[in-house]
């Protein structure tokens, strides 16, 4: 029988331990780190024996496959080690999709892509379709694998797990975009984090289908270094595409493999150009896989999306609280500070991650009356906007944060968490800095009985 040695115990790790146990593999899972107690009884009952706290390296390198988490660097040591005993060394997507039949919907890009996912997801759900989750959100491919396969799969797929990919194969692929993001893990080289997304394409044929942003720079760029076989599907939003989707200015009109829908822009329950995107994006995929025009509407009308990407808390005294926590680069927050005609009262700061804040001065300049920095190192915020916003004030405190934008919102205002930055220097992650910004918000009173 042959060894899978499986680096990481998360979600995926689990998820691929319990696949590969049932296809027959004998199974060991190394977690440097501390494992929960709920996994290690998991596997205790599967009897799949692990380590935590360490990598030996002995055990590690007599596999014959390894599954590495996507949160570990391919630079360390022991994936390094394992290379360059040629063991391959796989992404648990690559492995589940050894064991699945089903139909991929493979989505990636720097921004936009979960909820371009969970919509897609949704669209194919309502209309009845046999359609599973899976990926860089909810549950692990390769657990829900072990209940069952499903005729279509809708799949969110990060940089990271792309650079595990060998076989794995999607009928269609969505590129949402490609800006500067975890330059860290690409050596600081902008070509080589564009060619990592390229990587959801490499294994398609001339008969599948991709879908890409016409007017986004580096998804040029990449196509160029990197051509692709599968039919191209462009979405845009300044200029009709042939085949593809955009936006004719009060409605999404979206015509792919012969088959068209015109989505009303007021049924869209997400606000913003960068929805506008997501949702031809999603829209397109749904045409492609078979739904029609009545059924995709429909979807999209009862679709909610995650917590933390725009999502509005209240609206308390006429000023609305909208969360945008995930908003952790400068280009996601450049589309959420586009999305409201209202003024604006913006939370940003954190961890920076060499930030260029040129590209929003503009719109922050139009738009932001008051710039509330929410980090323990601000004086790049601070100089960046000192000159053009009115009002900015530093706090770490975010309970403190949003107590002044009660108190600088007028009737009309919006306050708008949207950082640009990693949550690390005060938050565990962005869903906890978006938690405490939902409870802060909560537990406002009306100025009237303040």
């Known amino acids: 029988m042959q060894r899978l040695v499986i680096l990481g115990a998360g979600e995926s790790g689990l998820g691929a331990a319990m696949l590969a146990k049932r296809e027959g593999y004998v199974v060991f899972v190394s977690d440097a780190g501390k494992i929960s107690e709920a996994r290690k009884a998991e596997m205790q009952r599967l009897e799949i024996p692990f380590e935590e706290g360490m990598h030996t390296e002995e055990e590690i390198l007599s596999a014959d496959l390894i599954i590495k988490s996507p949160g570990i660097p391919t630079k360390v040591a022991i994936v390094q080690n394992a290379l360059k005993a040629k ?34 997801y949704h669209l194919m759900k309502e209309a009845g379709l046999d359609v599973g989750l899976a990926g860089n959100v909810g549950r692990s491919w390769a657990s829900q694998l072990l209940e069952g396969d499903r005729e279509w799969w809708v799949i969110e797929c990060s940089s990271f797990q792309i650079d595990g990919f060998v076989d794995f194969k999607p009928s269609v692929a969505i590129l949402t975009n490609i800006t500067p993001d975890h330059l860290d893990r690409y050596e600081y080289q902008i070509d080589k984090y564009i060619d990592s997304k390229f990587g959801i394409f490499k294994n398609m044929s001339a008969n599948d289908q991709a879908i890409l942003f016409a007017e986004d720079i580096l998804t040029m760029e990449g196509l160029r270094n990197n051509p692709i076989q599968p039919i191209q599907n462009w979405i845009s939003l300044e200029s009709a595409q042939s085949s593809g989707g955009y936006f004719n200015g009060s409605s999404l009109e979206i015509n792919v493999v012969g088959h068209s829908a015109t989505i009303p822009l007021n049924v869209l329950p997400i606000q913003g150009k960068h929805n506008m995107l997501n949702a031809l994006c999603a829209g397109s995929a749904a045409l492609i896989a078979g739904l029609d025009e009545q059924a995709i509407i429909a979807g999209i009308q009862t679709f909610k999306n995650a917590p933390h990407r725009m999502e509005q808390i209240r609206e308390i005294d006429g000023v609305k609280f909208i969360n945008d926590s995930k908003g952790t680069n400068v280009e996601a927050t450049a589309y959420a500070l586009a999305s409201y005609d209202n003024p604006l009262i913006w939370i940003a700061g954190g961890v920076d991650k060499g ?26 915020l601070k100089t960046a906007f000192g000159s053009t916003v009115p009002d900015v004030r530093e706090t770490q405190d975010i309970s403190e944060a949003v107590k002044w934008g009660q108190v600088l919102g007028e009737p009309g205002d919006i306050v708008l968490l949207s950082p640009a930055c990693a949550s690390f220097d005060l938050f565990k992650n962005y869903e906890d800095r978006g938690n405490q910004f939902r409870a802060a918000v909560e537990n406002l009173k009306p100025k009237a009985i303040a």
Do not use: H, M, W
């Not at 930030?355 to 190192?377: F, Q």
């Open 87 to 120: 063991i391959q060394v796989i992404d648990e997507l690559e492995f589940a999709s050894r064991y699945s039949k089903g139909k991929v919907i493979a989505i990636t890009g720097t921004n936009g892509k979960t909820t371009t996912t969970l919509l897609t």
């Open 355 to 380: 930030n260029n804040y040129a590209v929003i001065s503009p719109v922050v300049a139009e738009k932001v009356k008051s710039l509330i920095c929410l980090g323990k190192d601000n004086e790049k």
